[in-house]
């Protein structure tokens, strides 16, 4: 396995200037601060983002921002305390078309490290954390056609890493093992439907082993392989869902101790909830209205009651859908977000040290990254 050393630019990222203390403080210390201002910061940068995933880079206990952005890189965003963004950022030069990320411990040395599918030069780049606030080293896993999506886990148990990575144009899901060094090698491949899109991995029938899920576009199905260790999976299920599904996330969401899955379903302007019975089936489902073209759905207890919410990005509406859960019942509203810009994914993190959940918002079409802070503040906290 070929390794390489990483070179990274330091890329200009536009900023808003601000009177505070902090800001200040950290000037003369030569690092500039993005600067949150009612509530919300917009960051524009040089590339236009794809993909963004919260993590903590380096143990401080404060969340930073990785993104995928077009051009071949990939940008992190040190928290310098809160919400207060280092910019610019670094930025790391990886493959052709790079996609979805995943955060993961790859050579258990307690940093999360990243992995990303490069669609264009279908490999995977494993970006090692080095500790430091940054990445020094980079190798690549050969994939099949146009990798897209990925996830990591632990699937047979063994305390390592492992990682699934779903490629669009083969149809198929690549395999590896993580290694006793901490590297990853190819294990299997499986055959899934026309263009995998999402993959995620979650003990579906609590036999202790990750199952994969996978939602694959052009066929509108959702894929399960349950898996019954040492890397042996059962032959595929297949729940059809139409309407073109293009994001999924795990989910208990009615609070039965059972793992649900939430899907956008893209061209039928939805998101579908499938309902899982404990055996690693779905039984039942439930479908609520989106704005057009939804793209990505993130969830998460936002409102802090214990049960688990929903954030769709609409493609093609000036708006973020919530869907947030009750015992008793679903709120279903929209947040307006400023002018045309596309949203193309939303995540959600915690930046500025306090119990209260923050958005991420990306759009392709703007090349920037909007952050909205502290946007649900229960009276209870």
Not at 70 to 91: C, H, Q, S
């Amino acid at each position: 396995m070929k390794r390489r050393f990483l070179f990274f630019l330091l890329l200009a990222v536009s900023f808003s200037g601000c009177g505070d203390r902090l800001y200040w403080r950290y000037l003369m210390q030569g690092t500039l601060l993005t600067y949150i201002r009612s509530g919300r910061t917009v960051v524009y940068l040089d590339y236009a983002p794809m993909f963004a995933l919260p993590f903590d880079l380096d143990r401080d206990g404060d969340e930073d921002i990785l993104v995928v952005a077009n051009d071949d890189i990939l940008y992190t965003f040190k928290n310098m305390v809160e919400g207060r963004f280092a910019t610019p950022p670094l930025a790391y030069i990886v493959e052709s078309d790079p996609q979805q990320p995943v955060v993961a411990d790859f050579n258990q040395d307690g940093l999360l490290d990243i992995a990303v599918a490069n669609q264009g030069s279908n490999d995977v780049a494993v970006l090692i954390n080095s500790g430091h606030g940054s990445f020094d080293e980079m190798y690549y896993l050969d994939a099949g056609e146009e990798p897209y999506a990925l996830d990591a886990g632990d699937l047979d148990g063994d305390g390592k890493t492992d990682l699934v990575v779903a490629n669009m144009i083969s149809d198929d899901l690549y395999i590896y093992r993580g290694k006793e060094s901490g590297e990853l090698e190819f294990l299997k491949r499986l055959n899934v439907g026309k263009m995998p899109v999402g993959v995620k991995l979650k003990d579906l029938d609590g036999n202790g082993f990750a199952d994969i899920l996978v939602i694959s576009h052009e066929s509108s199905e959702l894929s399960v392989f349950r898996n019954a260790g040492r890397f042996y999976f059962h032959e595929e299920e297949i729940y059809p869902l139409s309407g073109k599904p293009s994001s999924l996330a795990v989910l208990d969401f009615n609070n039965d101790g059972v793992t649900d899955v939430a899907v956008t379903k893209y061209e039928a302007d939805s998101l579908v909830v499938l309902l899982g019975n404990g055996r690693g089936e779905f039984e039942r489902s439930l479908e609520f209205a989106t704005g057009r073209h939804p793209y990505w759905v993130e969830a998460g207890d936002f409102d802090f009651n214990g049960w688990p919410d929903m954030v769709v990005a609409h493609f093609d509406e000036d708006s973020l859908s919530f869907y947030m859960n009750n015992p008793d019942f679903l709120d279903q509203f929209k947040i307006a977000l400023p002018r045309k810009i596309e949203a193309n994914h939303v995540v959600a993190g915690r930046f500025n040290n306090n119990s209260y959940w923050d958005f991420v918002i990306l759009s392709f079409k703007e090349s920037m990254m909007l952050i909205y802070f502290d946007l649900f503040k229960p009276q209870s906290l």
